[in-house]
């Protein structure tokens, strides 16, 4: 179970970090800073996504 926790806590920090690099690049003037914030947001999110995968297979396994 402690694996579910810790899972779900690194899918959160995951979440905020892109959260967090979307207003950073909503707030950017500079086109060449913006698609840098721009790709940092969709490696973040294909990370939580994979952990959001784990998760699901973790939280199954551990009913």
């Known amino acids: 179970m402690t694996i579910v926790i810790h899972l779900k806590s690194c899918i959160t920090n995951f979440y905020m970090a892109r959260k967090h690099a979307q207003k950073i690049m909503n707030d950017c ?3 060449d800073e913006k698609q840098q914030f721009y790709k940092c947001m ?3 999110l294909e990370i939580e996504n994979d ?3 784990h ?3 973790h939280k199954d396994n551990s009913n």
Do not use: A, V
């Open 29 to 31: 003037d500079n086109f």
């Open 42 to 44: 969709i490696k973040l």
């Open 51 to 53: 952990l959001q995968q």
């Open 55 to 57: 998760y699901i297979q």
